[in-house]
C-alpha cells in the first residue's frame, strides 16, 4: 500500500513540473518576433524646399499722365519690346501751343539779356545806377525760369503724345485700341522677364542659415526634372507676426525666356550640415487616423512607442530631428503586432 502511494506521489510532482516548464515554453512562444537595428547620429546634409510663384523682376505700366486720345497703338498682348521702342501715339494738337509759348520765352529772354548787357556797359561808363542793373538782373533770372518751365511743359507733353517703352521685356497687356481716350488703365503693360524672380516664405527658425549670394535649385513641372539656377537677390529684414516667416527673393537669368511669369516653381536650397539620428525607413510607423510617425525602440526584452519628428527622406532611410537617441535598437520589423511596453523576442 506505501509502495502504491509513494508512486501515485511521484507521478503527481512529474506532472506538476512538466505542466511548469509547458507554461514557461507556451509564455515565451507567445511574445512578438521582431527583428532589430542599432541606429547612429550621422551628418546630414540639411535642404529647405520652398514653393512659389514666378513674378517679373520689373512691370511698367505705360500711358499719358494727362487724358488724350489714341491715334496708333503699335504692340499688342504678347510682344517682345526693347527699350526705347515706341509704344504708341497720341493726338498731338496741343504740342503745337506749347512750342509757341517756348518760343515766345526764348525771345523774351533773348530781349530781356539785351538790356541788361546794356544796363551793365551804362553803369561801367556811368550813364546808368546799380539800382537798374540789380533790376535787369531780376528780369533775366526771370525769364530764363519762365524759359525752363514752358520747356519742361513741351518735353512733357510730347513724352505723353509719343510713347516708348523704358525697359526690355514682353507686353502683358493692352488695355486700349485706336481712338480709345485714356483713362484709369495703363494703355499697356510691359514686364521684364530676362531676368525674372521668385519669392519665397521662409520659417523664422531658418533666418541665420539664409545668406544673399546663396545659389538656389528650381524647378517647374512644365520642364520635369531640369534644374534651373539662381542666386539670392534679396532677404527681408522684417518677420511676418502672422505666419512667422520671412521672405527671401530669388533672381533667375531666363536668357532663352523659358521662364514664364505666373509658373508654379519649386525651390531648393542648401543648409549646411546636422548631425542627427537616421533609421531605415522600414522603422518609422505611421499612426492610422492621423499624420503622427513613431519609432518602436527596444531596451531590455520590451519596446517604447516612440514620437518621432521626420527630417529628410535619405534613399532608404529618414533623417530623424526628435525621439530617437543615438545608438538606439529599434525595431524594423514585425511592428504589426506591437504596443507600447510589450516583451518581445529578438530573431537575426
Given amino acids: 500500500m ?26 515565451e512562444d507567445e511574445k512578438p518576433v521582431v527583428k532589430v537595428e542599432k541606429v547612429y547620429n550621422q551628418e546630414v546634409v540639411q535642404e529647405g524646399n520652398y514653393t512659389a510663384t514666378v513674378e517679373p523682376e520689373l512691370i511698367n505700366n505705360i500711358s499719358s499722365s494727362t487724358p488724350n486720345r489714341i491715334k496708333e497703338i ?31 520765352a526764348k525771345a523774351n529772354l533773348d530781349n530781356i539779356k539785351v538790356n541788361y548787357d546794356r544796363a551793365v556797359e551804362l553803369l561801367k561808363i556811368g550813364g546808368g545806377t546799380q539800382q537798374n542793373v540789380d533790376q535787369m538782373k531780376l528780369q533775366l533770372t526771370n525769364a530764363e525760369n519762365s524759359l525752363a518751365s514752358a520747356e519742361r511743359t513741351l518735353k512733357n507733353v510730347r513724352e505723353n503724345t509719343i510713347l516708348v517703352s523704358p525697359i526690355n521685356g514682353v507686353v502683358t497687356a493692352r488695355n486700349y485700341d485706336p481712338g480709345d481716350m485714356t483713362g484709369a488703365l495703363p494703355i499697356v503693360t510691359v514686364a521684364q522677364v530676362k531676368p525674372v524672380k521668385i519669392v519665397i516664405n521662409v520659417p523664422e527658425s531658418e533666418l541665420s542659415k539664409i545668406k544673399k549670394g546663396m545659389e538656389a535649385q528650381v524647378t517647374f513641372d ?31 537669368p531666363n536668357s532663352d525666356g523659358r521662364i514664364l511669369p505666373g509658373m508654379f516653381g519649386r525651390v531648393k536650397l542648401g543648409l549646411g550640415m546636422a ?13 492610422p487616423g492621423s499624420g503622427n510617425q513613431y519609432v518602436y525602440v527596444y531596451h531590455n526584452g520590451s519596446v517604447s512607442y516612440n514620437k518621432v519628428e521626420l527630417g529628410q527622406r535619405i534613399n532608404n532611410s529618414y533623417e530623424l530631428l526628435s525621439g530617437v537617441e543615438d545608438g538606439d535598437t529599434v525595431i524594423v520589423t514585425g511592428q504589426s503586432k506591437l504596443a507600447d511596453g510589450i516583451q518581445v523576442r529578438i530573431t537575426e
Wanted: charged letters at 20%; hydrophobic letters at 40%.
Fill in 222 to 252: 512644365t520642364y520635369g526634372d531640369e534644374v534651373f539656377v539662381g542666386k539670392i537677390n534679396m532677404v527681408s529684414p522684417i518677420v511676418d507676426t502672422n505666419s512667422r516667416t520671412f521672405g527671401v527673393e530669388i533672381g533667375l
Fill in 275 to 287: 548631425n542627427h539620428v537616421v533609421v531605415p525607413d522600414r522603422a518609422v510607423v505611421k499612426q
Fill in 74 to 104: 503699335f504692340v499688342d498682348e504678347g510682344f517682345n519690346v526693347a527699350k526705347g521702342q515706341k509704344i504708341a501715339i497720341l493726338d498731338d494738337v496741343n504740342i503745337a501751343t506749347y512750342e509757341t509759348q517756348v518760343a515766345n
Fill in 2 to 27: 506505501k509502495k502504491i502511494n509513494y508512486l501515485l506521489l511521484c507521478g503527481v510532482v512529474f506532472s506538476s513540473c512538466s505542466n511548469k516548464e509547458t507554461t514557461v515554453n507556451d509564455s
